[in-house]
């Protein structure tokens, strides 16, 4: 089983719309779980942390469920600036030994159009 | 707000030499990285460094890579002897001694092509 799994998608939607993305991670000790974005040829930037309480930054919505070892990226009304690759990423942080190595997944991939 | 430094954008090598990838860090940041995305798949860890040493490293880390903090800021990453297989994107990070990836700061990235 990969370390962490997404659907790579593509996902094309047109604007205003919502739409979500699962991960799953295998690590059952991981102790942060993020959601980034990646623009073509750029590098990662974070969007948000995941809590398991769930928590909003304006139209993004991340869930964590750590029994099922699932996370989620709820993203509302959609827009065209929102298209980009948004990679699942969990700190493995096993016994505090990882030294704050991230574990990326595959990405999925965005496209909203007009 | 400050930015994590990487050069060269680009490079291209030949297989079987040598190239060191350069990085300035932030500068009271504690923790440094290198990562690699090859076209089109994930990005993976290769190194973590802490205290002038290297604290973690990947199966992807073998002989031909090591890692340098020679004068207190700069970070390097060197392949000694390039193969077609290590044409990637290379990004360098670092952070502050948060947990996770708060603070966590990726550089733009140095494009490797070995030719």
């Known amino acids: 089983r990969k370390e962490v799994e997404q659907d790579p998608g593509p996902f094309n939607v047109p604007e205003g719309a919502t739409v979500a993305f699962n991960c799953t991670y295998s690590n059952s000790a991981s102790q942060s779980f993020f959601w980034y974005r990646q623009d073509c040829r750029k590098e990662p930037k974070l969007l948000m942390s995941v809590y398991s309480s769930g928590n909003e930054d304006g139209r993004f919505t991340a869930q964590l469920n750590r029994a099922s070892q699932y996370i989620s990226l709820l993203i509302r009304d959609s827009m065209l600036s929102d298209s980009a690759t948004y990679l699942c990423?969990?700190?493995?942080?096993?016994?505090?030994?990882?030294?704050?190595?991230?574990?990326f997944g595959q990405g999925t991939i965005l496209t909203v159009h007009p | 707000e400050p930015e994590v430094t990487q050069t060269p954008s680009h490079q291209v090598t030949q297989m079987g030499q040598e190239v060191i990838l350069r990085c300035v860090p932030i500068?009271?940041?504690?923790?440094f990285y290198w990562y690699r995305q090859i076209l089109g798949q994930k990005v993976e860890f290769l190194v973590s460094f802490y205290n002038n040493e290297i604290s973690e490293k990947s199966e992807i880390f073998d002989d031909q890579f090591s890692v340098e903090r020679p004068d207190g800021s700069n970070f390097t990453l060197k392949i000694r002897s390039t193969k077609l297989e290590d044409s990637a994107m290379y990004f360098c990070a670092s952070r502050t001694t948060t947990g996770g990836a708060y603070g966590y700061t990726f550089g733009s990235g140095t494009r490797l092509t070995v030719v």
């Open positions: 500068s009271n940041h504690l923790y």
């Open positions: 990423v969990v700190n493995p942080n096993a016994g505090g030994t990882s030294y704050g190595k991230l574990t």
